[in-house]
T-cell receptor, first 111, second 114 residues
């Protein structure tokens, strides 16, 4: 089983719609979770951290389910500029805290 | 302020040659990472430097790969006797102190081994 698994997509979604995608992770000891965004042929950039209680940043909501070992990202009122690949990122155990990146979920917002 | 910079942006080399890739992290960031990303693949961790600690080299795929970080700042990733499977985008990132601080990525070096 991969350490971090994501549905690669692509998700093709009309502008204004709501879209959600999940990511599962295998290491139950992981403590830190993130969503990064990567535009085509560009470097990844942090979109948001994911907190245990769930967190929201404008149109974006991230949630963590430790029992089932998955995190989710919800995008409301999607914009054309949201088209990108979304990378799920998880850290390892204490003492081995390097980040593991998922292969990403590709999202295209259609006008 | 200035972000992470990498050079060269593109490198085409012949199989068997050595290459050096350079990374200039954000000033003041003590943690520096190298990743590589092959077409359609996720980011693969290569190596991690934190301050004066011994680097975490656990992601280096073979002994042809090495990296150093001089003076706690600039880093160089060296690939000896390049192979075609080394072709990828090599990304450098830096963060303030820990792996879980926001990692800021450079634009990457696209390496093509012919």
């Amino acid at each position: 089983r991969k350490e971090v698994e994501q549905d690669p997509g692509p998700f093709n979604v009309p502008e204004g719609a709501t879209v959600a995608f999940n990511c599962t992770y295998s290491n139950s000891a992981s403590q830190s979770f993130f969503w990064y965004r990567q535009d085509c042929r560009k470097e990844p950039k942090l979109l948001m951290s994911v907190y245990s209680s769930g967190n929201e940043d404008g149109r974006f909501t991230a949630q963590l389910n430790r029992a089932s070992q998955y995190i989710s990202l919800l995008i409301r009122d999607s914009k054309l500029s949201d088209s990108a690949t979304y990378l799920c990122v998880v850290n390892g155990d204490f003492g081995n805290e390097k980040l593991t990146f998922g292969t990403g979920t590709r999202l295209t917002i259609i006008p | 302020g200035a972000g992470v910079s990498q050079s060269p942006s593109n490198k085409v080399t012949e199989k068997g040659k050595d290459v050096e890739l350079r990374c200039d992290p954000i000033s003041g960031h003590t943690a520096l990472y190298w990743y590589r990303q092959s077409l359609g693949q996720g980011l693969e961790f290569l190596i991690y430097f934190q301050g004066n600690s011994a680097p975490d080299k656990s992601g280096l795929p073979s002994d042809r790969f090495s990296a150093e970080r001089t003076g706690g700042s600039v880093s160089t990733l060296t690939i000896q006797r390049t192979q075609q499977e080394d072709s990828a985008v090599y990304l450098c990132a830096s963060s303030l102190t820990r792996t879980t601080d926001t990692q800021y990525f450079g634009p990457g070096t696209r390496l093509t081994v012919l």
